[in-house]
Protein backbone atom coordinates (compact mmCIF):
# COMPACT_ATOMS: atom_id res chain seq x y z
CA UNK A 1 0.00 0.00 0.00
CA UNK A 2 1.35 3.16 -1.26
CA UNK A 3 1.05 6.41 1.04
CA UNK A 4 1.94 10.10 0.70
CA UNK A 5 2.25 11.63 3.87
CA UNK A 6 2.81 15.44 4.37
CA UNK A 7 4.00 17.72 7.31
CA UNK A 8 4.87 21.17 7.68
CA UNK A 9 1.91 23.16 7.00
CA UNK A 10 0.97 26.14 9.86
CA UNK A 11 -0.22 29.33 10.49
CA UNK A 12 2.30 32.56 9.96
CA UNK A 13 2.25 35.91 9.49
CA UNK A 14 2.67 37.56 5.97
CA UNK A 15 6.49 38.08 4.49
CA UNK A 16 7.17 34.28 6.71
CA UNK A 17 8.35 31.22 5.32
CA UNK A 18 7.24 27.56 6.32
CA UNK A 19 8.59 24.03 4.43
CA UNK A 20 6.30 21.71 3.43
CA UNK A 21 7.65 18.02 3.24
CA UNK A 22 5.51 14.83 1.70
CA UNK A 23 7.20 11.54 2.38
CA UNK A 24 6.09 8.11 -0.03
CA UNK A 25 6.12 5.26 2.04
CA UNK A 26 5.18 1.51 0.87
CA UNK A 27 6.18 -0.86 -2.15
CA UNK A 28 7.68 1.81 -4.43
CA UNK A 29 9.62 0.52 -7.73
CA UNK A 30 9.44 4.04 -9.01
CA UNK A 31 8.39 7.42 -8.79
CA UNK A 32 8.09 10.25 -11.95
CA UNK A 33 6.69 13.17 -11.42
CA UNK A 34 6.23 14.82 -7.66
CA UNK A 35 4.50 17.87 -6.85
CA UNK A 36 2.48 20.11 -5.15
CA UNK A 37 -1.14 21.37 -5.65
CA UNK A 38 -3.25 23.76 -3.20
CA UNK A 39 -7.14 24.46 -2.81
CA UNK A 40 -8.22 27.72 -1.48
CA UNK A 41 -11.63 27.66 -0.06
CA UNK A 42 -14.36 28.25 -3.13
CA UNK A 43 -11.69 27.60 -5.30
CA UNK A 44 -10.43 24.79 -7.59
CA UNK A 45 -7.60 22.80 -6.80
CA UNK A 46 -4.51 24.33 -8.61
CA UNK A 47 -0.78 23.36 -9.48
CA UNK A 48 1.40 25.01 -7.33
CA UNK A 49 5.18 23.53 -8.95
CA UNK A 50 6.21 19.95 -9.76
CA UNK A 51 9.58 17.98 -10.08
CA UNK A 52 10.22 15.86 -12.76
CA UNK A 53 12.34 12.75 -11.43
CA UNK A 54 15.37 14.27 -13.25
CA UNK A 55 15.08 17.59 -11.32
CA UNK A 56 13.54 19.25 -14.05
CA UNK A 57 11.14 22.37 -12.16
CA UNK A 58 7.86 23.58 -12.90
CA UNK A 59 5.68 26.62 -11.20
CA UNK A 60 2.58 28.75 -11.15
CA UNK A 61 3.10 32.28 -12.00
CA UNK A 62 1.49 32.94 -8.74
CA UNK A 63 4.64 31.62 -6.44
CA UNK A 64 7.72 32.05 -9.34
CA UNK A 65 10.43 33.59 -7.17
CA UNK A 66 9.23 32.40 -3.69
CA UNK A 67 8.47 28.85 -3.18
CA UNK A 68 11.29 26.38 -4.18
CA UNK A 69 10.57 22.48 -5.09
CA UNK A 70 13.43 19.58 -4.38
CA UNK A 71 12.84 16.16 -4.04
CA UNK A 72 15.18 13.45 -2.33
CA UNK A 73 14.88 10.19 -4.95
CA UNK A 74 16.70 8.22 -1.96
CA UNK A 75 14.30 9.13 0.43
CA UNK A 76 11.11 9.31 -1.68
CA UNK A 77 10.27 12.90 -0.29
CA UNK A 78 9.23 16.25 -2.19
CA UNK A 79 10.19 19.71 -0.51
CA UNK A 80 8.14 22.71 -1.40
CA UNK A 81 10.34 25.61 0.59
CA UNK A 82 7.64 28.97 0.68
CA UNK A 83 8.71 32.38 1.18
CA UNK A 84 7.59 35.63 1.37
CA UNK A 85 4.03 34.41 1.67
CA UNK A 86 1.30 36.63 1.26
CA UNK A 87 -2.58 35.68 2.79
CA UNK A 88 -3.13 35.19 -0.74
CA UNK A 89 -1.66 31.52 -0.29
CA UNK A 90 -3.95 30.14 2.11
CA UNK A 91 -4.78 26.74 1.21
CA UNK A 92 -4.89 23.30 1.72
CA UNK A 93 -2.01 22.05 0.06
CA UNK A 94 -1.66 18.47 -1.27
CA UNK A 95 1.43 16.42 -2.53
CA UNK A 96 0.83 14.47 -5.53
CA UNK A 97 2.98 11.54 -7.01
CA UNK A 98 3.53 9.39 -10.09
CA UNK A 99 4.10 5.98 -8.48
CA UNK A 100 4.72 2.70 -10.73
CA UNK A 101 2.49 0.23 -9.79
CA UNK A 102 3.86 -2.98 -10.11
CA UNK A 103 0.32 -4.86 -10.69
CA UNK A 104 -0.80 -2.34 -13.56
CA UNK A 105 2.52 -1.84 -14.71
CA UNK A 106 2.17 1.67 -15.36
CA UNK A 107 2.47 4.88 -13.06
CA UNK A 108 -0.72 5.71 -11.26
CA UNK A 109 -1.03 9.25 -9.54
CA UNK A 110 -1.08 9.30 -5.51
CA UNK A 111 -2.06 12.31 -3.26
CA UNK A 112 -1.73 12.91 0.14
CA UNK A 113 -4.31 13.86 2.62
CA UNK A 114 -3.34 17.51 2.58
CA UNK A 115 -2.22 19.95 4.96
CA UNK A 116 -3.38 23.86 5.84
CA UNK A 117 -1.00 26.71 5.41
CA UNK A 118 -2.39 29.87 6.67
CA UNK A 119 -1.03 33.06 6.49
CA UNK A 120 -2.30 36.13 8.21
CA UNK A 121 -2.12 39.81 7.03
Known amino acids: QVRLVESGGGLVQAGGSLRLSCAAS????????MGWYRQAPGKQRELVAA???????NYADSVKGRFTISRDNVKNTVYLQMNSLKPEDTAVYYC???????????????WGQGTQVTVSS
Open 96 to 110: NADIFNRHSGRYLAY
Open 51 to 57: ITSGGST
Open 26 to 33: GSIFGINA
